[in-house]
C-alpha cells in the first residue's frame, strides 16, 4: 500500500500569510510526484485560503458529528469538503485531554465516512508498562472507533497509533522507538483481523504519530507495519517536512 505522511500544523502558523506560504513552499518542494500520499492539515481557518496540488491533499483537525445544526463554534465534515478537504484526523490526544471521549469520536468517523472523506484516527496510550497493559488501552479506544463503522467501510479508515508519551508538546515526553511503533502497529492489525479478518486488516494503513522528524523519518518508515507518518512540529519547517515525505518515497 503506498506510504501517507501528514503534517498537522495544530495552532500555527498566526497569520494567513504565513500558512499561504508555508503551504506554497511544501507544494512546490513535493512537485508532482504520486509515489506517496501528502497531506496538510492547517487550521480551519486557513482552509479557504490554500489549495492543494495533484500531489498534496488538504486535511481538516477536527470535524463535527453532525452535517448542520446550532452547534456554535463546530464545523462540519460538509463545510470542510466544500473547501478542497479529503482527509479529517480526528481523536488526536490534545482533544481527548481536553475531554473528547471515544464515544464522540465514533460519531465523528460516521459522519466524515458519510461525507466521503477519509478519517485519519488517533489512538494511543499515555503511558506504556512493561506488562503489555497498554494494550488493553489501545484495543479500547480502536474498537470504539470502529463501533459504528460498516463492514465495507472499515479499509476506508486510517489509523494513527499516537503514544501520548512520546509527543513533544508534553513536558515529560521521551521519544518512541520504531520498535514501538511496529509493535504497536502490528498488535492494531492483529486486533483488526480478529474481529473483521485478515483480507480486511491487511488494507488498512496504520501510521505513526509523535514526535517524528526528517531525522527519525526513514527508521520509522522502515518497519513493515507502518505504513505513514502524523507529523506535528517537524510540519511546519517546509524543507523538513518535504525531507521527510522522500524518504517515503
Excluded at 87 to 106: F, N, P, Q
Aim: glycine share 8%; charged share 25%.
Amino acid at each position: 500500500m503506498k506510504n501517507i505522511i501528514v503534517g498537522n500544523w495544530k495552532m500555527n502558523p498566526k497569520t494567513k500569510k504565513e500558512a499561504e506560504s508555508l503551504a506554497k513552499s511544501v507544494i512546490k518542494g513535493i512537485g508532482s510526484s504520486s509515489k506517496v500520499d501528502v497531506v496538510i492539515a492547517p487550521p480551519h481557518v486557513f482552509l479557504g485560503a490554500i489549495s492543494g496540488s495533484k500531489a498534496v491533499s488538504l486535511g481538516a483537525q477536527d470535524a463535527f458529528y453532525e452535517p448542520s445544526g446550532s452547534q456554535t463554534g463546530e464545523v462540519s465534515p460538509l463545510m470542510v469538503k466544500s473547501l478542497g478537504v479529503k482527509y479529517v484526523i480526528l481523536g488526536h490526544s490534545s482533544r481527548r485531554a481536553r475531554g473528547e471521549t471515544d464515544e464522540v469520536i465514533a460519531k465523528k468517523v460516521i459522519e466524515v465516512l458519510k461525507s466521503g472523506l477519509v478519517p485519519i484516527v488517533c489512538i494511543g496510550e499515555r503511558e506504556r508498562d512493561h506488562d503489555g497493559r497498554f494494550l488493553a488501552a489501545i484495543k479500547d479506544q480502536l474498537m470504539s472507533a470502529f463501533s459504528k463503522v460498516a463492514r465495507k467501510d472499515i479499509t476506508k479508515v486510517i489509523v494513527t497509533y499516537e503514544p501520548v508519551w512520546a509527543i513533544s508538546a508534553n513536558k515529560s515526553s521521551h521519544p518512541a522507538s520504531p520498535g514501538d511503533a511496529n509493535e504497536a502497529a502490528l498488535f492494531i492489525r492483529k486486533t483488526l483481523a480478529h474481529n473483521y479478518g485478515i483480507p480486511i486488516a491487511k488494507k488498512v494503513r496504520i501510521i505513526y504519530g509523535g514526535s517524528s522528524n526528517a531525522k527519525n523519518a526513514e527508521s520509522f518508515l522502515a518497519e513493515r507495519e507502518v505504513a505513514g507518518l502524523l507529523v506535528g512540529s517537524a510540519s511546519l519547517n517546509a524543507k523538513e517536512f518535504v525531507e521527510m515525505v522522500k524518504c517515503a518515497r
